[in-house]
């Protein structure tokens, strides 16, 4: 249980870090809290030649408001940080209810979200709520910049948009849509565990209550977070009723995942979970919008 | 295999050692520095016994490379107190039965002196929670968090 050798690069500044991915990009992989990647490393089950550690990069590890009410954040803010900030609380509620569901205090204080989004683990949850809120990343090479939606930068199990000379360098998750609800939910058979499934929810209402915008998203049902988008169009211009609720998240867990089965849980019942928490996520948000609403 | 300077400081004490990069930090304080209260269970982050306060947070120190360590504040169990002068939480381990073989006592122990340094009156939900990434194989939590419960009761009294 020894990670195996490799040539250690501690750069202190982007740049720096950029020109090392530039030249040995293929080669080379970036440690950020090393919370996936140690453990894959001590098993042998990942050898990479170089290791570019960002930890002194510290141009990295800020994040702020935006004024429209958006949030930008560097990929090595770590988990704690988030969990505790109340501008992320009050601007990121659903940020900030995820949070205590990624794994244990003592990984929370070293894990980052950059390192997370960019490892792509279909249990994760940052990747789900990424997806969820819509948030796009800016992935930056020695060669220039482009940002990619977070739900194009998920493309298939634990690959991602990212090539291999570019850095994640901010993440921009929009400002929560006015009169909007929200809410996140997993079951894991034990807290901190990786989830069995998971699901994030956003609805908003219109002033009478009628729903104008739904968004549903789930965890570790398919190789990516997997959106049902045509489940939550089922929602649009209509009262968000129990059996609507319930609907949809039928509709949802019967046609947009595609869960494998392990050995703590079968396809289906995956599927059942992933109803269940459907249905959840989408009552506790309409609950939350009806409240923003005052209704 | 190139070997990295690295300066840091160990229970308050500056320390400078050489490393190879894929030292896991458990190791060099055990095989290194001797330290061997530290200690390594499942090296892939999961059994919490190898917890250690990296500039006063606690985190794995299996999870982290000892290069990494270089400028940083490291506290392990043997900061806590002597057999003669226990820390209050150990004190308290101590009373409650919190332990029986002691293998995961450590990684408790330094998940929570800054828990409750931030929460001197934890609700029981809340030190569940602050344990959740340790785990027991002997004694059962039951009595830690009894433990917790009676050094929380010690620290509020010395406080007031």
Same mark, same amino acid.
């Given at each position: 249980?020894?990670?195996?050798?490799?040539?250690?690069?501690?750069?202190?500044?982007?740049?720096?870090?950029?020109?090392?991915?530039?030249?040995?990009?293929?080669?080379?992989?970036?440690?950020?809290?090393?919370?996936?990647?140690?453990?894959?490393?001590?098993?042998?089950?990942?050898?990479?030649?170089?290791?570019?550690?960002?930890?002194?990069?510290?141009?990295?590890?800020?994040?702020?408001?935006?004024?429209?009410?958006?949030?930008?954040?560097?990929?090595?803010?770590?988990?704690?940080?988030?969990?505790?900030?109340?501008?992320?609380?009050?601007?990121?509620?659903?940020?900030?209810?995820?949070?205590?569901?990624?794994?244990?205090?003592?990984?929370?204080?070293?894990?980052?979200? +950059?390192?997370?989004?960019?490892? *792509? #683990?279909? $249990? %994760?949850? =940052?990747?789900?709520?990424?997806?969820?809120?819509?948030?796009?990343?800016?992935?930056?090479?020695?060669?220039?910049?482009?940002?990619?939606?977070?739900?194009?930068?998920?493309?298939?199990?634990?690959?991602?948009?990212?090539?291999?000379?570019?850095?994640?360098?901010?993440?921009?998750?929009?400002?929560?849509?006015?009169?909007?609800?929200?809410?996140?939910?997993?079951?894991?058979?034990?807290?901190?565990?990786?989830?069995?499934?998971?699901?994030?929810?956003?609805?908003?209402?219109?002033?009478?209550?009628?729903?104008?915008?739904?968004?549903?998203?789930?965890?570790?049902? +398919?190789?990516?977070?997997?959106? *049902? #988008?045509? $489940? %939550?169009? =089922?929602?649009?211009?209509?009262?968000?009723?129990?059996?609507?609720?319930?609907?949809?998240?039928?509709?949802?867990?019967?046609?947009?995942?595609?869960?494998?089965?392990?050995?703590?849980?079968?396809?289906?019942?995956?599927?059942?979970?992933?109803?269940?928490?459907?249905?959840?996520?989408?009552?506790?948000?309409?609950?939350?919008?009806?409240?923003?609403?005052?209704? | 295999?190139?070997?990295?300077?690295?300066?840091?400081?160990?229970?308050?004490?500056?320390?400078?050692?050489?490393?190879?990069?894929?030292?896991?930090?458990?190791?060099?304080?055990?095989?290194?520095?001797?330290?061997?209260?530290?200690?390594?269970?499942?090296?892939?982050?999961?059994?919490?016994?190898?917890?250690?306060?990296?500039?006063?947070?606690?985190?794995?120190?299996?999870?982290?490379?000892?290069?990494?360590?270089?400028?940083?504040?490291?506290?392990?169990?043997?900061?806590?107190?002597?057999?003669?002068?226990?820390?209050?939480?150990?004190?308290?381990?101590?009373?409650?039965?919190?332990?029986?073989?002691?293998?995961?006592?450590?990684?408790?122990?330094?998940?929570?002196?800054?828990?409750?340094?931030?929460?001197?009156?934890?609700?029981?939900?809340?030190?569940?929670?602050?344990?959740?990434?340790?785990?027991?194989?002997?004694?059962?939590?039951?009595?830690?968090?009894?433990?917790?419960?009676?050094?929380?009761?010690?620290?509020?009294?010395?406080?007031?």
């Amino acid at each position: 249980m020894k990670p195996a050798p490799f040539k250690y690069i501690a750069p202190s500044t982007l740049k720096e870090a950029l020109d090392i991915m530039t030249r040995h990009g293929y080669d080379a992989k970036l440690l950020a809290g090393g919370q996936s990647l140690i453990p894959v490393m001590n098993f042998r089950l990942a050898q990479p030649a170089i290791i570019v550690d960002l930890n002194k990069v510290t141009e990295l590890n800020q994040f702020r408001k935006t004024e429209r009410g958006g949030l930008r954040i560097g990929p090595m803010v770590r988990h704690s940080q988030l969990e505790h900030s109340q501008t992320v609380a009050e601007f990121a509620p659903l940020v900030h209810e995820t949070m205590p569901h990624i794994a244990h205090p003592q990984i929370r204080n070293r894990g980052t979200i +950059g390192g997370s989004l960019a490892h *792509a #683990d279909p $249990a %994760a949850e =940052l990747p789900v709520i990424m997806v969820a809120l819509q948030a796009r990343f800016r992935l930056q090479s020695a060669d220039g910049e482009r940002w990619v939606n977070a739900e194009d930068f998920y493309q298939a199990l634990f690959t991602t948009a990212l090539e291999p000379e570019e850095i994640i360098v901010e993440i921009a998750i929009p400002p929560m849509p006015r009169h909007a609800g929200y809410a996140f939910t997993e079951i894991a058979r034990r807290h901190g565990d990786f989830a069995q499934v998971g699901a994030a929810a956003l609805i908003k209402l219109d002033e009478s209550g009628y729903c104008r915008q739904a968004r549903l998203v789930f965890l570790n049902v +398919g190789e990516i977070p997997m959106v *049902a #988008d045509q $489940a %939550a169009a =089922l929602m649009i211009g209509q009262l968000p009723s129990s059996d609507l609720i319930a609907e949809t998240a039928m509709n949802a867990a019967q046609n947009e995942i595609e869960p494998a089965g392990d050995i703590h849980a079968t396809t289906d019942y995956k599927r059942h979970l992933a109803y269940v928490l459907g249905k959840r996520a989408i009552q506790q948000a309409a609950a939350r919008a009806r409240e923003a609403r005052g209704l | 295999m190139n070997k990295h300077a690295i300066q840091l400081t160990i229970n308050g004490t500056q320390t400078k050692a050489e490393v190879e990069a894929r030292l896991l930090l458990s190791d060099f304080l055990r095989h290194d520095l001797g330290l061997t209260g530290t200690h390594v269970g499942c090296e892939h982050g999961v059994c919490g016994a190898c917890t250690i306060l990296f500039d006063g947070d606690p985190v794995r120190s299996c999870l982290m490379f000892a290069v990494q360590a270089d400028g940083h504040a490291i506290q392990t169990v043997e900061a806590l107190g002597t057999p003669e002068n226990l820390h209050p939480i150990q004190a308290a381990f101590h009373e409650a039965h919190g332990l029986q073989c002691g293998f995961c006592t450590p990684g408790f122990l330094m998940t929570l002196v800054p828990f409750l340094e931030q929460n001197p009156n934890p609700t029981e939900e809340e030190i569940r929670a602050a344990i959740s990434g340790n785990l027991c194989r002997c004694t059962g939590y039951q009595h830690i968090v009894d433990a917790v419960k009676i050094a929380a009761t010690n620290y509020t009294n010395d406080t007031n």
